[in-house]
C-alpha cells in the first residue's frame, strides 16, 4: 500500500452504533472508495461498548450475576449482520469475566484486556459489513502495530518500534484493500493487551496518520466541529470554520475532549490536517485544523467542571525560596496534576487547581510535606473549595478582558481567581459550579458580539405594562438586528398571576397569563425561576402603582437585578428607603432608571442629571408636571364643557394614575416634584410639600367607585373657580421647586394658578406637560421642555427606552 495522498478516516463510537450510525459509516467509506481515496479507517469500539464492558467487569468483580447481563450485550454486538464471526471475542470475555468473578478481583491488566474486546468487536463488525457490500476490507488488531509501556490504562507508545512496525504492516496490504484497525489498544513488548487511556482511539489514528505521513485525518463523530462553547450549554454556540494547531493546542488543554493534547502532536509534527466531521450530518464541512488560522481574535469557551480548588495560606510564606517546589513535589509523589496555579504577590496564598477526585489526596499530601510549617506556623491552612468549575477563554488576551470581566461582575459572578497564559492568549476564570452556566453564556455573549440576551420581568400588566410588553415583542427583532440585543420577557406578572418562561413569552402573552393558576408568591417565583435557568442580565420593570411592591426591590436587586420602574413610589418613599436602595444598588453594581417617573416619556430627568453633576446650579423647576391636570385644564379653560367631562375623558384616554384621585389631590405632581428635588440631592420627605388639593372636602373620604360615580358633584367648585379668574387668564395647576438648592432642603410647592393665557404655561394644548428649568448659567432664561406629559403609549416607550439603555451598558 503506498500512503502518498492516504487518508486516515476514523469513526467514534456513536457513528458506529446500530442503525443510522453503522449505515452512514458503511455508506462513507462506500463513497471514498468509489471516488477513489485511498483510506485507513481506525474504529473505536461501537456506540457504548465500553461502558458496558465496565459494568460487567464491574459486576463480575463483585460477584453479582452478569450473565444475563452478557447475552444481552452479545445480541446487540452481533446486529445489523450474523455473518461477522465474533465467537473469539466473544469466548474471551466469556472466558475473562468468569476469572474475575472466580477471583473477585480486577487488575488494570485485566481490564485493559475487556475492554479491548469492544474495539476487536467492531472492527470485526465493520469489516464483515464492507465485504457485504462489495469492498475488501481487512480487520487489523492494533495490538501487532503499537507496541507501548508497561503503563496499563494509560499507556505511552515506543514510537519508533511501533512506526517500523505500522509501515512493515501497512506495505505488505495490497491498495485495494481497505485496513479496518482497532483504535484505543496496543500492546507492551510481553504482548500483553495496553490500552491508550481516554481519547485512545483518537489516538490511534493520529499516530497512524504521523507514521503513514498521511494527507489527513478525518475524525467522523456525532456532532458538526468544534464549537464556540459547549451547545447543550450556549444555545447560541457556533461552530468553528477552521483552527489552527496552536489554538487547537490550547483547547485540548482546556477540556475540548476531541482535541486531547496527545492526539495534536503527532499531527502538528507532519503538518497533517484534521477535520473533525459529523457522520450524521454528511452535509456539514466540520471543523478544520490546520498550520494556519484564518481568523483572528476569541476562538472558543471551554469547561473543567470536574476539578477542586486548592487553597494554600500561609502568613510566613512571604519570600520562602523553594515553596512551590515542595507543593509541586508533595503532588506529583501522588500523581496529581495541577491544570492552574495562582500565586498572591505576598506570596501568602497560592491557589491550585486540581482533579475533583484527587483534592482530598492532595490535601493530605500537602498536609504532610508542610507538617513542619504548621507547627512554626508559617503555613496555616490548606483547605478544598469543591464545587468549583474553571472556565477558559481560548485566545483572550488581556487588553479586552474586561469586557467579559465586568459582564460576569454586572451578573454577580466574581471569579474565585483567575490566570492567564503570556504567550498563548488565553484567560481561565475559577469560578462557583453553580454560577457555569450562566457565566459561560454572559461570557460568549460578550466575547463573541453574538446576541446578548437581556431577560426582562414585567410586574404590571395594565395599561402601561401591556403596552410595554407589546411594544417589546412587536421590536425584539428590529433591536437584536440593529443593537445585537436579544430581549425577552422572561416573566409577567400582575397582583395574582405569574407567567413564566425561559425562552421568552409570545404574543399570546395575555391569554396564557388568565390561564395561569392565581399565586401570591410572584417575586419570590420569578427570583427562583431565573436562579433555576441561569438567566443573565436581568431586569425588573414595574409597572404597577403599587406602595407595597416597592418593597420587593431590595430582593430583586440582591437577586441580581436591575430595576426600571415607571411606579413613582419608591422614589418618593422616606428618603432613608431612597437611601437604602441606592446603596443596594451600589452594593451590587445594579442600575435603577425611572425617566418615566417625571414628564412620562419626556428626556427630563437625564437632562437634570447632566445639569447637576456637570456643576450647573440649578435654581428653580416650575411647569405643568401632570399630564392628565394639563389635559384637563387646558381643555376646561379654553371651552365651555363641564369639568366632569373632561375629567372623563381624561381617564379614558389613560393620562390619569389608576386612581384618578391621585392626580386630583396633587399626590402624583408632588411626588415628581420631590423625585426632582432629590436628583439635586436635595432631602426632602413627602410630607415638606406644600399640595393644593382639587379634591372637595367632601369628596376625600369616599371609594374610588363612589368618587368616580359621582363627578358631575366636582361641576360647580370647579366652575366657580374658573369664573374668578381675570379675563385672559387660564388656570394651570403647577409644580415649583425653588429655594436654596445648595441647602439640603428645597421648598417645594404644588398649587392650582391662573395665568395669563399668552405665557408659556398658558399656552399649553392637549396632554402637554411644560418644565422650566432655571440655572445660574442660564439666568432668566429657563431650559424649556415641553412634550406629551401622560399615556401609555408615550410612557411605555420612556420605559422601553430605560431597559435598553440598561442592556447597553451592560456592554
Ligand atoms: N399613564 C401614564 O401616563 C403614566 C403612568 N405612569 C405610571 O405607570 C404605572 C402603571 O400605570 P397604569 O398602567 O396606568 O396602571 P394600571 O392600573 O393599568 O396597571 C397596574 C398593573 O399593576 C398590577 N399590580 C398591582 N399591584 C401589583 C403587585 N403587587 N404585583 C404585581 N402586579 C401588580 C396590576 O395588576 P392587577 O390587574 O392584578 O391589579 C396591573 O396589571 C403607575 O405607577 C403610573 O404612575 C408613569 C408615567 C405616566
Ligand atoms: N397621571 C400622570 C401620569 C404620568 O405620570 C399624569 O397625568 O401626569
Not at 469513526?11 to 452512514?24: A, K, P, V
Not at 408659556?760 to 406629551?788: C, M, N, R
Request: net charge negative; with cysteine.
Amino acid at each position: 500500500m503506498t500512503h502518498k495522498k492516504m487518508k486516515v478516516i476514523k469513526f467514534g463510537g456513536i457513528s458506529l452504533s446500530n442503525g443510522i450510525g453503522i449505515d452512514n459509516a458503511i455508506a462513507i467509506i462506500k463513497k471514498k472508495i468509489k471516488k477513489g481515496e485511498q483510506i485507513v479507517v481506525v474504529a473505536s469500539a461501537r456506540g457504548n461498548t465500553t461502558d458496558q464492558l465496565e459494568q460487567l467487569l464491574e459486576k463480575a468483580a463483585r460477584g453479582s450475576a452478569y450473565k444475563t447481563a452478557l447475552e444481552n450485550f452479545k445480541e446487540e454486538q452481533q446486529q445489523p449482520t450474523q455473518n461477522a464471526d465474533l465467537s473469539v471475542e466473544f469466548l474471551r470475555l466469556e472466558n475473562l469475566l468468569e476469572a474475575v468473578f472466580l477471583l473477585k478481583d480486577c487488575s488494570q491488566k485485566i481490564k485493559d484486556e475487556v475492554l479491548a474486546q469492544g474495539e476487536l468487536l467492531a472492527v470485526k463488525m465493520l469489516t464483515s459489513l464492507l465485504e457485504s457490500s462489495g469492498i475488501t476490507a481487512q480487520a487489523i488488531d492494533a495490538r501487532q502495530l503499537l507496541v507501548t509501556d508497561e503503563n496499563f490504562g494509560n499507556a505511552s507508545p515506543i514510537e519508533a518500534l511501533s512506526k517500523e512496525k505500522v509501515l512493515a504492516c501497512f506495505n505488505k496490504i495490497d491498495k485495494n484493500v481497505v485496513p479496518v484497525v482497532t483504535g484505543f489498544i496496543a500492546a507492551n513488548i510481553k504482548n500483553e493487551t495496553t490500552t491508550l487511556g481516554r481519547n485512545g482511539s483518537n489516538y490511534t489514528a493520529s499516530l497512524l496518520a504521523n507514521y503513514l505521513a498521511a494527507e489527513e485525518l478525518q475524525n467522523y463523530t456525532h456532532v458538526n466541529g468544534i464549537y464556540t462553547a459547549n451547545p447543550d450549554l450556549v444555545k447560541d454556540a457556533k461552530k468553528i470554520a477552521q483552527l489552527s494547531f496552536a489554538e487547537a493546542n490550547e483547547m485540548a488543554n482546556f477540556g475540548a475532549t476531541i482535541l486531547h493534547a496527545k492526539t495534536i502532536t503527532p499531527l502538528l509534527e507532519k503538518n497533517i490536517n484534521l477535520r473533525i466531521l459529523n457522520s450524521f450530518n454528511l452535509e456539514d464541512q466540520g471543523t478544520l485544523i490546520t498550520s494556519e488560522s484564518n481568523q483572528k481574535g476569541i476562538k472558543s469557551i471551554a469547561v473543567l467542571n470536574q476539578v477542586a480548588l486548592i487553597n494554600f495560606e500561609g502568613r510566613g510564606l512571604l519570600g520562602k525560596v523553594g515553596v512551590d517546589a515542595r507543593i509541586f513535589k508533595a503532588l506529583s509523589d501522588q500523581q496529581i496534576s495541577v491544570s492552574i496555579i495562582s500565586q498572591g504577590s505576598s506570596e501568602r496564598g497560592i491557589g491550585l487547581v486540581v482533579d475533583a477526585e484527587k483534592a482530598t489526596e492532595a490535601v493530605l499530601a500537602l498536609e504532610a510535606a508542610f507538617e513542619m510549617d504548621f507547627y512554626t506556623k508559617d503555613v496555616h491552612r490548606i483547605s478544598v473549595i469543591d464545587d468549583v468549575a474553571v472556565v477558559s477563554i481560548i485566545g483572550q488576551d488581556l487588553n479586552n478582558f474586561h469586557h467579559p470581566f465586568n459582564a460576569l461582575i454586572k451578573n454577580q459572578i466574581v471569579p474565585l481567581l483567575f490566570n492567564n497564559t503570556i504567550t498563548g492568549k488565553n484567560v481561565s476564570l475559577v469560578i462557583k459550579k453553580a454560577d457555569l452556566h450562566k457565566a459561560v453564556n454572559v461570557i460568549h455573549g460578550q466575547v463573541f458580539g453574538v446576541a446578548k440576551k437581556v431577560n426582562i420581568a414585567v410586574f404590571g400588566k395594565g395599561l402601561v405594562g401591556g403596552t410595554l410588553i407589546n411594544q417589546i415583542l412587536e421590536n425584539a427583532k428590529a433591536v437584536l438586528d440593529r443593537r445585537k440585543i436579544e430581549l425577552k420577557i422572561f416573566a409577567i406578572a400582575n397582583s395574582k398571576q405569574v407567567l413564566v418562561n425561559q425562552d421568552g413569552v409570545s404574543k399570546d402573552w395575555a391569554h396564557q397569563l388568565e390561564n395561569q393558576e392565581t399565586t401570591k408568591l410572584g417575586v419570590e417565583t420569578i427570583i427562583q425561576f431565573a436562579k433555576t435557568h441561569h438567566l443573565e442580565n436581568l431586569i425588573a420593570v414595574d409597572n404597577t402603582a403599587s406602595a407595597d411592591f416597592v418593597s420587593n426591590y431590595l430582593p430583586l436587586v440582591s437577586a441580581g437585578f436591575d430595576l426600571v420602574s415607571s411606579n413613582k413610589i419608591a422614589n418618593t418613599n422616606s428618603f432613608s428607603f431612597y437611601k437604602t436602595l441606592r446603596e443596594a444598588l451600589k452594593e451590587h453594581k445594579k442600575e435603577y432608571l425611572y425617566e418615566t417617573n417625571v414628564g412620562a416619556g419626556l428626556p427630563l430627568i437625564d437632562t437634570i442629571k447632566l445639569l447637576h453633576e456637570s456643576g450647573e446650579n440649578i435654581t428653580r423647576i416650575r411647569g405643568v408636571f401632570s399630564g392628565s391636570l394639563s389635559y384637563l385644564f387646558n381643555k376646561f379653560s379654553s371651552a365651555d364643557i363641564p369639568f366632569s367631562t373632561v375629567l372623563q375623558e381624561a381617564i379614558d384616554l389613560g393620562y390619569t394614575e389608576p386612581d384618578p384621585r391621585e392626580d386630583l389631590c396633587g399626590n402624583d405632581v408632588a411626588r415628581k416634584l420631590l423625585i426632582l428635588a432629590r436628583e439635586l440631592d436635595l432631602e426632602n420627605e413627602f410630607e415638606d410639600i406644600h399640595i393644593e388639593n382639587l379634591i372637595p372636602p367632601a369628596f376625600r373620604e369616599t371609594s374610588s367607585a363612589k368618587f368616580l360615580s359621582s363627578l358631575a358633584d366636582l361641576n360647580a367648585v370647579f366652575t366657580a373657580k374658573k369664573q374668578a379668574q381675570k379675563e385672559d387668564h387660564v388656570l394651570r395647576y403647577i409644580g415649583d421647586l425653588s429655594g436654596d438648592l445648595f441647602q439640603n432642603k428645597g421648598h417645594l410647592d404644588v398649587k392650582l394658578t391662573s395665568v395669563p393665557v399668552s405665557s408659556p404655561l398658558g399656552s399649553l394644548k392637549g396632554s402637554d406637560a411644560i418644565f422650566e428649568i432655571y440655572t445660574e448659567s442660564y439666568g432668566e432664561q429657563p431650559i424649556v421642555i415641553q412634550g406629551a406629559g401622560a399615556g401609555a403609549k408615550v410612557t411605555a416607550r420612556g420605559v422601553f427606552g430605560d431597559i435598553l439603555r440598561l442592556a447597553k451598558n451592560n456592554n
